[in-house]
């Protein structure tokens, strides 16, 4: 997931079905979003970074848009929004 500030961010699925974004210069968790009832069992994130699908153990898949979201101009962090679920 890159970002447009020049760093990069990864998305992790969790067992308790969270999504956690990491700052990978910092090392640092950004962001969590409850996304699953169950287990998170698959995820994948468009090419362009600015959205992902997710599968659960609750048996829903979700898709997730991408947004960015600006503390000040050198902090740049990516923040998951869910816009459908099937």
């Known amino acids: 997931m890159p970002s447009h500030g020049g760093g990069a961010q990864i998305a992790v699925g969790t067992k308790s079905g969270e999504i956690l974004i ?3 210069a910092s ?3 950004v ?3 409850k996304a699953h009832a169950g287990t998170l069992w698959s995820m994948h994130i468009r090419p362009d970074g600015h959205g992902l699908v997710t ?3 609750d048996k829903d898949v979700k898709f997730w848009d ?3 979201k600006r503390a000040n101009e050198d902090d740049v962090c990516r923040r ?3 816009r459908i679920s099937a």
């Open 31 to 33: 962001e969590t979003v």
């Open 80 to 82: 998951a929004t869910n």
């Open 27 to 29: 090392a640092s968790l």
């Open 55 to 57: 599968g659960g153990a």
């Open 22 to 24: 990491y700052d990978l």
């Open 66 to 68: 991408i947004e960015e």
